[in-house]
């Protein structure tokens, strides 16, 4: 046994009292093997590692009991000092964010060559010849040459790249990798999950692998751990776990997993509520003063009662569609809404329109107004739009809370009082308080976990039916996509690539790009 | 309200009231606010507190160490350093917080324009600012003082000139970062109208910072003050302020050490209070800017 | 980053062109000239010392002349010292201002940096609240009030160092150097601390850890260069709150370098010695600060090749 955990409980004495993020927590991982742990956040997944390397600021961090046997040895006995030759030497990290994870004041070499300098003791010039070697084998291009680069000229995925690079250049026996796709793209994550893959069995590594991605973990894993609430819920091989998860959290999470097709009803409308045509939106790029297209010559029609998804990778324009749709940025073309020419109008003109077409964003924290409590959030659009007054607007809201599934009691409540999920809630509250036949939704469930997701998803989907809202619905999640919309367009680099009923596009992927999206999912 | 009448509304902590829970965690902040306080109190109720009279003198008396009679002791002409001291604290406090209110009037409207129109106008209201930025101000004001005689509305607006500069800043970027936030968009697609947005949205959530910076800037000013005057190009007798009090107290310090040694504390401990106060308003209305 | 540092060179002109125009025309604003001062004058020798030093011309000729001389490194003669040019004047105080404002800098960089990088180490500990509280009193304790209590505790009670004069006596330039430098010390402490802090929270920072880095080598290699970024671009302001300061200091410990000429040139209405030294010192103040901007941009890789033109 490579790594064997037992009974590991970390508290965090805080001054408004003592938490146990991780209960009497166990597991065991061999080398040439890779252990998942998934769980939603907070569910104590990367603490229990962490602390396992002293990574956790003690105090108010404590190892209240455990053990944690690494060939042999409790690293929760060691000192700092001993931990350190450890840490970067057999055991290697990965973390979740690249952008934020390397130094940008460092050359990508200067922070490559450390390990091996501190480890092994080589000199600069070896460690410069071994490093661009790994570089190398972790598929950066022209290693020699970048070996200078400071980070921020890498993209996100050759970041994640000279990250493995440096965790494996001491050879470590044991790779703790913490949500290290989670903030790529698609196409990228699953480059990276194979090449993680790859050097696991080349090297006969064992991996932690920590996810909230049950579909990435199923993926990769050969055995897996399900935490909740800073326990194990339920252990298994990923096989049996994945066909027949037997604790009730492990079911009620695969069960949040959107798969599947949308099933109900087609939309039998064909009449185009809102018809778009040659939109063009065109932003200054500051450093360089040249125009940048972030959408270039978009055409498409959204059909009254139907969703339709839009889908695109980070940096696709396919958020910025929505916004010049809205008239949020300014944007050339033509965008029609129920016959009535909108990039047209001043914004004077668009106001009364805007009653009719509202949006949801994707960070709940960002899209409500801190200062603002429930009842003035979701009043203000009422009275805005003249749709209620004084006496009506508190009944109108209440109706609006029970709508969206708050509860009443909290309408004097603020933001942050509230859990992501609930504060999602408010906000679809404010885009359907003014009765709008068109909503843009931005990524509404991104910023969630997945079995809130779920949740959120179900009410999008309970209002849509309700009111016979029409929905453009923009997301990097495709299975999402899949799930709730009845016609998907695809956009890359700010073009429109295709654009189909979902299941035909799912089924027969006409272009290359679509194709190579497709295969990229992860599925459950 | 009819809300009552329908639900039992549990009350919810507005950020506001949230910061003063924090703020009344952190004593020294409390100490601060207590002591400016008191400050302004002593410097409104003067002209009927005072022990003595401003112009009160007793050449027979003489500069003589604190006592009953005089609790911090007389100058070289028998006045009273306790009246002398509440006087000049009036004058230094007014500096302070006309100055401040000066910076803070141009600064809050130059910023606020420039943040939220952006573009083009932006960068020339902003590129004014950096030119300005670049003048050696603290040179500039000292000659102001020596061409136009030192009056205090001068001293006013010369050190409000300087001090609003760096409120612009704060505010076009407060304006900068709030106008980009997710909610005014959702304003915006709601159909408010740009002053709505303004007053609803954009205003609230930048006050923090500019109430933190302003409350910083008050001790600021009363440092410049004070240097001026010991300069002997700020205040001039005989009226009186601290700075003229410690420069005063400076050339007679061998023989009579109370002289320099309580208007010296007198404008230390305005200038802590503040400054605490000011650190303890930064925790309490911006809990990121501070790691705990 | 050359074409960067060209560009805010030539930016700088304008500014400098603006400071001598307003300085000019602003000293001609002055009620009463320099030669009706104390003593009464003859109006005929008036008049020829007014011709002797272009009074009489029309302003705007006095300022072309004035410009054209300024360009040939000519400030004039001064009107209060006869048979003294501005530029002699200058010279002459200006290296024992240079070596004060210089001993200032290295007391407040040396402090500061360090008692700042201490507290960042264990924020909220006593090992952060000591070195805060002592930099919050030298922010609290101006120039002009710690130089005269420096002074009546060194000087006069303990009678340990002597409290006039600059390289007249030993130990004579520790009082001025500290009383300059405390401030700034104080204040480059407390930015050391916060760009530390910001620095240690960041993420890469636990990655350094999590290759099991030494701590000193995580402070003083991955933190330590952008947690300095901001005392850095802070050199500059700094620089002109030393010069300032200078003038105070100067003033109580009776050091005769430029700032004692500025204060005592103010009172004089020695006209073309306070415009001299104005522009000598707002010039020496925007260099400085092109400087200090210069090198924070320079240390941000990012900025460095976002400015990236021209030979690099």
Redesign the interface.
């Known amino acids: 046994m490579l790594l064997k955990v037992d009974n590991l409980t970390i508290q965090f004495h805080t001054r408004n009292g003592i938490t146990t993020a991780v209960d009497n927590v166990s597991f065991a991982v061999n080398s040439g093997e890779i252990l998942g742990i998934v769980g939603e956040s907070g569910s104590g997944k990367s603490v229990s590692c962490y602390s396992l390397l002293g990574l956790i600021p003690m105090p108010p961090g404590k190892v209240e009991s455990g053990t944690a046997l690494f060939e042999g040895q409790d690293l929760l006995a060691m000192d700092q000092s001993q931990l350190r030759d450890v840490r970067g030497d057999d055991v290697a990290m990965i973390f979740q964010d690249p952008m934020t994870c390397l130094n940008p004041f460092l050359t990508i070499g200067e922070q490559l060559v450390e390990p091996l300098i501190y480890h092994r003791g080589y000199n600069k010039k070896d460690a410069k010849q071994r490093a661009i070697e790994l570089m190398g084998e972790t598929g950066i291009k022209k290693a020699a040459q970048r070996f200078d680069s400071y980070p921020h000229e890498f993209s996100g995925g050759m970041r994640q790249r000279v990250m493995i690079a440096m965790a494996l250049i001491t050879e470590p026996k044991l790779l703790i990798a913490d949500e290290p796709t989670t903030a790529l793209d698609v196409t990228i994550q699953a480059q990276i999950l194979e090449l993680v893959k790859e050097l696991q069995t080349k090297r006969d590594l064992g991996v932690i692998f920590i996810s909230h991605d049950l579909a990435v973990v199923r993926g990769l894993a050969d055995k897996v751990i399900v935490m909740k609430e800073g326990q194990v819920v339920e252990r298994n091989t990923t096989k049996a776990l994945f066909e027949n998860p037997q604790h009730e959290y492990t079911k009620q999470l695969l069960d949040a997993v959107p798969s599947g097709a949308k099933t109900a009803g087609k939309v039998s409308d064909t009449k185009a509520l809102l018809r778009v045509r040659n939109l063009v939106t065109e932003f200054y790029d500051r450093n360089t003063g040249k125009p940048f297209r972030a959408v270039d010559d978009v055409s498409f029609d959204l059909i009254q009662g139907e969703i339709l998804g839009l889908v695109g990778e980070s940096g696709s324009g396919k958020s910025t569609i929505g916004r010049s749709i809205l008239k949020l940025v300014p944007a050339r073309g033509e965008v029609t809404f129920d016959g009535k020419e909108l990039l047209g109008l001043s914004q004077k003109a668009m106001r009364p329109i805007r009653r009719r077409m509202q949006m949801i964003f994707q960070d709940p924290y960002a899209s409500l107004n801190p200062r603002m409590t429930v009842f003035d959030t979701l009043a203000e659009p009422l009275l805005v739009q003249g749709l209620a007054t004084r006496q009506t607007v508190e009944a109108q809201v209440l109706e609006l809370m029970d709508d969206v599934g708050l509860a009443r009691a909290a309408i004097k409540k603020y933001p942050h009082e509230f859990s992501g999920g609930q504060r999602q809630r408010i906000a679809i509250g404010r885009a359907v308080a003014t009765k709008p036949e068109l909503i843009i939704a931005d990524e509404p469930v991104s910023a969630l976990d997945v079995t809130i997701q779920k949740q959120i998803l179900e009410l999008i989907k309970a209002l849509v039916d309700k009111h016979n809202l029409s929905m453009l619905f923009v997301s990097h999640d495709l299975s999402v996509v899949r799930a709730l919309c009845d016609r998907v367009m695809v956009i890359e680099h700010g073009k429109l690539v295709e654009i189909d009923d979902t299941e035909a596009l799912w089924m027969q992927p006409k272009e290359a790009y679509t194709q190579r999206l497709m295969a990229a999912i992860p599925s459950v | 309200m009819s809300a009552q009448a329908l639900v039992n509304a549990e009350k919810g902590t507005s950020l506001w009231a949230d910061a003063w829970v924090r703020l009344k965690k952190n004593k020294l902040a409390l100490f601060g606010l207590g002591v400016v306080l008191f400050l302004i109190v002593i410097a409104l109720l003067t002209p009927w507190i005072a022990p003595y009279g401003y112009e009160e003198q007793n050449l027979e008396l003489g500069a003589t160490p604190p006592s009953a009679a005089h609790w911090l002791g007389t100058d070289l002409f028998g006045r009273d350093l306790l009246t002398r001291l509440m006087y000049g604290g009036r004058v230094s406090l007014a500096v302070g917080l006309i100055a401040t209110s000066v910076a803070l009037l141009i600064g809050v409207a130059w910023g606020t324009i420039a943040g939220y129109v952006g573009g083009r106008t932006d960068a020339i209201m902003m590129r004014i600012v950096d030119a300005l930025y670049a003048l050696p101000f603290i040179i500039f004001i000292i000659l102001l003082m020596v061409v136009f005689g030192r009056s205090l509305l001068l001293l006013f607006l010369a050190i409000g000139a300087v001090e609003w500069l760096t409120m612009a800043r704060i505010v076009r970027g407060q304006v900068l970062t709030i106008r980009n936030q997710e909610y005014v968009e959702a304003a915006r697609a709601m159909g408010l109208s740009t002053p709505r947005i303004l007053l609803r949205h954009v205003v609230p959530n930048s006050l923090g910072p500019i109430i933190v910076y302003a409350t910083l800037t008050v001790p600021q000013v009363m440092l410049l003050e004070a240097f001026l005057s010991f300069l002997g190009l700020g205040i001039q007798p005989p009226q009186s302020s601290w700075g003229l009090l410690i420069s005063y107290g400076a050339e007679v310090m061998e023989d009579y050490p109370w002289l320099l040694i309580f208007p010296g504390l007198a404008l230390s401990i305005t200038l802590f209070a503040l400054n605490f106060l000011g650190d303890g308003l930064r925790d309490a209305l911006d809990p990121k800017a501070s790691k705990d | 980053m050359l074409r960067y540092t060209l560009l805010r060179l030539l930016?700088?002109i304008?500014?400098l062109f603006?400071?001598i125009t307003?300085?000019f025309f602003?000293?001609r604003?002055?009620?009463g000239g320099p030669f009706d001062a104390e003593k009464p004058v003859i109006p005929a020798v008036k008049r020829a010392l007014e011709a002797k030093y272009n009074l009489d011309l029309p302003v705007w000729q006095q300022y072309t002349q004035y410009l054209g001389d300024l360009f040939k490194g000519d400030m004039g003669p001064s009107f209060k010292y006869p048979g003294w040019d501005v530029h002699d004047l200058i010279l002459s105080g200006l290296p024992t201002t240079a070596e004060l404002a210089l001993y200032a800098l290295l007391v407040a960089l040396v402090i500061g940096v360090l008692a700042g990088v201490f507290a960042s180490l264990k924020?909220?500990t006593a090992q952060d609240y000591i070195p805060m509280s002592l930099a919050?009193?030298g922010?609290?304790?101006?120039?002009?009030?710690l130089?005269?209590?420096l002074?009546?505790m060194f000087g006069?009670w303990l009678e340990w160092l002597p409290v006039t004069g600059w390289g007249d006596l030993p130990g004579d330039k520790i009082l001025p150097s500290i009383t300059l430098g405390a401030a700034y010390a104080a204040y480059i402490a407390r930015l050391t601390r916060g760009g530390m802090?910001?620095i240690m929270?960041?993420?890469?920072i636990?990655?350094?850890?999590?290759?099991?880095?030494?701590?000193w080598?995580v402070v003083t290699?991955?933190a330590l260069?952008?947690g300095l970024i901001p005392t850095i671009a802070f050199l500059g302001p700094a620089f002109?709150?030393l010069?300032?300061g200078s003038?105070?200091v100067e003033?109580?410990f009776q050091i005769p370098g430029l700032g004692r000429f500025?204060?005592q040139a103010?009172?004089n209405?020695d006209y073309t010695m306070?415009l001299g030294t104005?522009i000598f010192?707002?010039t020496l103040?925007?260099i400085f600060?092109l400087l200090s901007d210069l090198l924070a941009t320079w240390?941000?890789?990012?900025l460095r090749?976002?400015f990236r033109g021209g030979a690099v």
């Open positions: 930016q700088a304008p500014v603006a400071v307003a300085t602003l000293i604003q002055a009620p924020p909220n919050m009193i922010i609290c304790m101006p120039t002009f009030l130089g005269p209590l002074v009546l006069f802090l910001e929270s960041q993420d890469y636990r990655t350094a850890r999590a290759k099991g880095l030494p701590e080598v290699k991955h260069r952008g002109a709150g010069l300032a003038f105070v003033t109580i500025y204060v103010a009172f209405r306070i104005t010192l707002s103040i925007i600060n240390l941000n890789p990012k090749s976002q």
